[in-house]
Structures are given as structure tokens and as C-alpha cells.
T-cell receptor, first 114, second 115 residues
Framework: NAGVMQNPRHLVRRRGQEARLRCSPM?????VYWYRQLPEEGLKFMVY????????ESGMPKERFSAEFPKEGPSILRIQQVVRGDSAAYFC????????????FGPGTRLTVL | AQSVTQLDSQVPVFEEAPVELRCNYS??????LFWYVQYPNQGLQLLLK??????LVKGINGFEAEFNKSQTSFHLRKPSVHISDTAEYFC?????????????FGTGTLLAVQP
């Protein structure tokens, strides 16, 4: 069984460009979480999605950030007009159901904004 | 709101020595508690979790943790560490009730095992 897949693993963008981060959950998982890890900090929750629905986006910055989890294909975290402060590791996790089950984490995407 | 505090940013220890990584949390309601490990350039792996029941929880790789409600703590312990235990360790909480199971993390503790 493949685990949670994220790509790219490393992404370099210049200020003002767009960043698209992809997450394929584990087989059979329909719940996806995105977390951000800033340098020297712990992981911070950003958004929780189920197929085609955003359930909780309380951790998402109000502007420039969006997330989707379409019926077919991976979940996408999109950052428009990136700034240096967006440089971080972005982790995706998936779980089997809405009642508590273990969240399985991907290897992360490390975004560097020049 | 809930929060998690890991006071030790780094814990150096010699191989085969015991270790304790501290975690305290703040919450006005009951929480679930977790410890995750992150090896360099990898994602997080669940070490152990406390949902209910016995306050002493055993996890993978010989780790265990004890939930202490009165002290709002969930310290992680291992009686004898190996070089391969060198990694970042994160304590986290989530709420049993509510629409999401989002995890709230501490800032992490780097366990550095020396030969």
C-alpha cells in the first residue's frame, strides 16, 4: 500500500509567482488535512477537506491561499503571489473517516520563495 | 482554545541512557493526546496516542507515555535510547468532539543521541 504522496518534494518560486502543492491520500482515504511548518516551529493546521468539500479552513490565511479536493485526482494547495514568508514545509495528512482515526502524513513539500 | 507546550527544544543524551521528553497541554475540555516522530526530510509518524482508559500508553520503538490529568502532562519516555532514535518529536492534541480532528502541535523537541 502506497502511503500519502506529495509532490513536488521541493519547490522554488520567485516572489509574486504561484505555487501548487499536490497531495494524493492513502488508498481508500477520503479525508485530507494540510499543515504548515515554519522554520523553528511546530506544525500548524491549515485546512481539512473531504471529497469536493472544505470542512474546516480556520487555519488558512485569508488571502492568496486556497485548497481543493476534487472528486477525481489529488488535493491541491494553491498559493498565489507568493512572498518570502510563505517559505515553509507543507505537509498533507489523510485519514479513513471523520471520527477519530490516525492521520497518516506525507513527506511534505518544502517551498522556498526567493 | 487548546495549546501544547514542549519546553525543551533540544535534549542531548548518550546512547543506552533513559530519556524523558516533556509535554504539557492547556484545554478547558477533554482532549486526545499524541506523540509523533519526524526523521530528517520525512513526514510525521505516529508513536503513540491516548484516547481513554489506562493512563500509561505504550507505543512503537519502545516508547511509552503517561497521561497525567491533574498536571495536564503527557511526557514521553524510553528506558534506553539508540542512535537511530535521533529525530524531532512532536506532542499534539485534538478534540474528541467537533467536526474536525485537526491536530494542535507543540513546537517539537530534537532528541540528539550521542555515542
Amino acid at each position: 500500500n502506497a502511503g500519502v504522496m506529495q509532490n513536488p518534494r521541493h519547490l522554488v518560486r520567485r516572489r509574486g509567482q504561484e505555487a501548487r502543492l499536490r497531495c494524493s491520500p492513502m488508498k481508500g482515504h477520503s479525508h485530507v488535512y494540510w499543515y504548515r511548518q515554519l522554520p523553528e516551529e511546530g506544525l500548524k493546521f491549515m485546512v481539512y477537506l473531504q471529497k469536493e468539500n472544505i470542512i474546516d479552513e480556520s487555519g488558512m490565511p485569508k488571502e492568496r491561499f486556497s485548497a481543493e479536493f476534487p472528486k477525481e485526482g489529488p488535493s491541491i494547495l494553491r498559493i498565489q503571489q507568493v512572498v518570502r514568508g510563505d517559505s515553509a514545509a507543507y505537509f498533507c495528512a489523510s485519514s479513513l473517516s471523520s471520527k477519530f482515526t490516525e492521520q497518516f502524513f506525507g513527506p511534505g513539500t518544502r517551498l522556498t520563495v526567493l | 482554545a487548546q495549546s501544547v507546550t514542549q519546553l525543551d527544544s533540544q535534549v542531548p543524551v548518550f546512547e543506552e541512557a533513559p530519556v524523558e521528553l516533556r509535554c504539557n497541554y492547556s484545554s478547558s475540555v477533554s482532549v486526545y493526546l499524541f506523540w509523533y516522530v519526524q526523521y530528517p526530510n520525512q513526514g510525521l509518524q505516529l508513536l503513540l496516542k491516548y484516547l481513554s482508559g489506562s493512563t500509561l500508553v505504550k507505543g512503537i520503538n519502545g516508547f511509552e507515555a503517561e497521561f497525567n490529568k491533574s498536571q495536564t502532562s503527557f511526557h514521553l519516555r524510553k528506558p534506553s535510547v539508540h542512535i537511530s532514535d535521533t529525530a524531532e518529536y512532536f506532542c499534539a492534541v485534538s478534540l474528541p468532539e467537533g467536526a474536525t480532528n485537526k491536530l494542535i502541535f507543540g513546537t517539537g523537541t530534537l532528541l540528539a543521541v550521542q555515542p
